[in-house]
């Protein structure tokens, strides 16, 4: 079978670091470019990691810079969770910037697309400042991307907020762009990230199994602070997850719109699982996840990498 083509945009970040080498290292996707997209910390220094994480995978994918800053609202970041670096606990070699394209991410993934032979797989794992730039800049690459498998939202409460999430929360507008965008749509958001988690037991097995375990094991010691012993989400895995064993996932196709103007709520994902407003279904929501098949895909990915 031929792998997929995918394009991966991220800001890592912890989490995207972990997702970005089982997707880089996995038989089945073929990672053709990398885009890059303030988030968890500013654009330079998610770059700055994300070629640092390239000449660690030792993989050749270009990578892009794209958005500075979110479309509207001023920039948040999570450099709480993922350390000022944004990747905070490994000693990393210096990048080799060679893989780091002229071109701006929105460019670069126009490019890909276009040229494509078969139909493109979006996969941000991170807010959809880019991926919102893409569709209005270039509407014309709608007809070569299959879907898009995003890492954002929930259908209950937030992690940002009470109610939004931070990949949403981060640009709701380029979210409500997205979503309303009539492209397949596949939401991986915080139903199924705070089932997916990763305790000290399974840590210490990374650590032991190989280069990218011990990697990671690090960046855990540091994530989120304290969280170490009660269970690492890892939210950005999911998206991967989802493009490679969907049957781990329980889904509901239905109405997802994104909440701009509430005072309190603005970057909530408003999911209509009992089809109160009467609309199309425009996204496949992740609502349950195996726990446990789950765990045992993941630290068996990992033993994929170098
Ligand atoms: C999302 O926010 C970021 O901090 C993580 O990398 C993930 O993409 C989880 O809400
Ligand atoms: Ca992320």
């Keep these: 079978m031929n792998k997929r083509p995918i394009i991966i945009d991220t800001d890592p970040g912890i989490d995207d670091a972990v997702?970005?080498?089982i997707a880089l290292y996995s038989e089945d996707?073929?990672?053709r470019l990398i885009t890059t997209v303030n988030g968890n910390v500013n654009l330079e220094k998610v770059t700055y990691n994300m070629l640092r994480l390239m000449k660690f995978f030792n993989k050749q994918t270009p990578v892009a810079k794209g958005a500075g800053t979110p479309?509207?609202?001023e920039p948040v970041d999570a450099s709480d969770i993922h350390g000022e670096t944004g990747m905070d606990g490994y000693?990393?070699?210096?990048?080799?910037?060679s893989l780091l394209l002229d071109e701006h991410a929105v460019t670069a993934m126009r490019r890909e697309i276009i040229e494509s032979?078969?139909?493109v797989t979006l996969v941000p794992i991170g807010p959809l400042t880019n991926i919102a730039l893409?569709?209005?800049t270039y509407p014309e690459v709608t007809k070569n991307i299959e879907e898009i498998v995003l890492m954002g939202g929930s259908t209950s409460r937030g992690n940002s907020s009470v109610m939004a999430e931070f990949n949403i929360y981060a640009d709701p507008e380029a979210a409500k762009i997205v979503f309303s965008s009539g492209i397949p749509l596949v939401m991986a958001g915080l139903d199924v990230g705070w089932k997916a988690l990763v305790y000290p037991e399974d840590s210490e097995i990374l650590r032991d199994m190989n280069k990218t375990g011990n990697m990671i094991y690090h960046l855990f010691k540091k994530y989120r602070g304290g969280s170490f012993n009660h269970g690492?989400?890892?939210y950005d895995s999911c998206a991967i997850a989802y493009l490679l064993k969907p049957d781990l996932f329980e889904t509901a196709h239905t109405f997802v719109d994104v909440e701009l103007t509430g005072e309190l709520t603005k970057g909530t994902t408003v999911v209509d699982l009992k089809g109160k407003m009467n609309k199309e279904?425009?996204?496949n929501v992740c609502i349950d996840i195996d726990p446990v098949a789950f765990k045992k895909w993941f630290i068996e990915s990992i033993r994929k990498c170098n």
């Design 19 to 21: 997702a970005l080498g």
């Design 134 to 136: 893409l569709l209005r």
């Design 71 to 73: 479309l509207i609202v």
């Design 232 to 234: 690492l989400k890892m």
């Design 29 to 31: 996707l073929d990672v």
């Design 281 to 283: 279904p425009n996204v």
């Design 91 to 97: 000693e990393f070699e210096e990048p080799d910037n």
């Design 117 to 119: 032979k078969e139909p």
